[in-house]
């Protein structure tokens, strides 16, 4: 009487280990860098809970998102000396926005699919930059830096290159952007648990190297991208800074009536 249910189980384990496996998930294989330029102030409450999103989200995709905590607006505030605003900073707010809520986020500066605006809620931000981490990039960048410590001088190059598979004229303007980050600044912050006057922040915008906020023409609308070499010179690091903290940052971008961010990279500043 027990060998019908034992015959029963062996066939059972039988079929299981013959059913196939479900195939194995591959991450996106391309070398596209994604900027996030998050929307962010000290006197924002819930802007912590943001950071640590785009923490968690870096840590997931090392070395595939480039962070600019650009502070500005309503919670962009000074307290008592401790300010982490700057005028390029303010003038990306006007330009990107309107910041409807914070924190917000642009991502690549891209308007998606049933949005009409670039700052985009927290529950939006994993998803949208795990989508840009799938595309191509049309170009490839290298960047270096040549940081003197007698002077606080630095001077930034940034190589642009035609990816191999992209040989078409540009419908649109392209530009460079470069700018220059500062992390583990620690100071005031408002949380939802309170003030934290020793809080880190972490991918603050420092300034905009470049001779415009919005970007430098490097290849108008018409031609093909090629190779283009830009270097900032002779910029003089702020007393205030911490260059062993600093990153140069630059990522090339469509200029004009789309905005769209095609490619980053990020260096320290001083190796």
């Known amino acids: 009487m027990r060998i019908l249910p034992l015959f029963s189980t062996i066939i059972l384990l039988t079929l299981l280990s013959c059913e196939e496996l479900p195939p194995e998930v591959t991450p996106c294989q391309t070398t596209r860098v994604v900027l996030v330029e998050e929307f962010t102030g000290i006197d924002c409450v819930n802007c912590p809970i943001g950071a640590d999103k785009l923490q968690q989200i870096d840590y997931q995709n090392p070395g595939k998102i480039v962070i600019v905590g650009i502070h500005a607006g309503f919670f ?14 303010e003038n990306l707010e006007s330009f990107l ?6 924190p917000s986020a642009s991502i690549n500066r891209t308007i998606f ?7 985009l809620s927290l529950p939006q931000w994993a998803g949208l930059i795990n989508s840009e981490i799938c595309k191509r990039p049309i170009a490839e960048l290298s960047l270096s ?9 630095v001077s930034v190059t940034v190589d642009v290159q035609a990816a191999s ?8 303007d392209l530009g460079l952007t470069i700018l220059i980050t500062e992390s583990d600044i620690v100071g005031y912050q408002k949380t939802p648990t309170g003030v934290d006057s020793f809080y ?5 915008l420092r300034d905009v190297l470049s001779s415009d906020f919005r970007g430098d023409l490097i290849v108008p609308k018409g031609q093909l991208i090629n190779s ?14 911490n260059p062993q903290k600093c990153y140069a940052l630059a990522f090339i971008h469509y200029k004009g009536d789309r905005l769209d961010v095609l490619q980053a990279i990020e260096k320290k500043l001083v190796d």
Request: proline share 5%; glycine share 8%.
């Open 145 to 153: 830096t040549n940081y003197s410590s007698a002077d606080s001088m």
């Open 113 to 119: 699919e049933g949005e009409n605006q670039l700052p």
């Open 200 to 204: 880190v922040h972490k991918h603050v």
């Open 76 to 89: 962009a505030t000074d307290h008592d000396g401790f300010d982490l605003k700057c005028t390029d900073g």
């Open 228 to 241: 283009r070499s830009v270097t900032i010179s002779d910029y003089k690091i702020p007393a205030e800074w």
């Open 165 to 172: 598979y992209f040989a078409d004229i540009l419908d649109y």
């Open 97 to 102: 926005g309107p910041v409807q809520g914070y």
